[in-house]
């Protein structure tokens, strides 16, 4: 299972991390991010100790995901080193999400 993002450790987690770390923002209710969430827990398995790969729940953290303008769900960004370099919207099929992670190792 994807690791959760808190606002807790959302800094350490993220924006420190010295991998590549891919960030989906769900909600329990979106339809389209129940079927994105295997997907992004399979990616969590797979890229284990080369990427980062965690679950902003919208609806308890707020705060990140008004920082990050994320206004439709399911959003996935993908940062290195504390940066946004990437960004997908919406159901994506897992190996476009891996190709993106591939692209930053």
Not at 36 to 55: C, Q, R, S
């Amino acid at each position: 299972m994807a690791l959760q993002i808190t606002i807790e450790n959302f800094e350490e987690m993220v924006l420190n991390s010295d991998k590549p770390v891919l960030v989906d923002f769900w909600a329990e209710w979106c339809g389209p991010c129940r079927m994105v969430g295997p997907i992004v827990d399979e990616l969590h398995t797979e890229y284990e100790g080369k990427a980062i790969v965690g679950k902003v729940n919208v609806d308890d953290q707020q705060e990140i995901s008004a920082k990050y303008g994320i206004r439709n769900i399911p959003t996935i960004l993908f940062f290195k080193g504390g940066e946004i370099v990437d960004k997908n919207v919406g159901v994506a099929p897992k190996s476009d999400l891996a190709n993106k992670i591939d692209a930053l190792l």
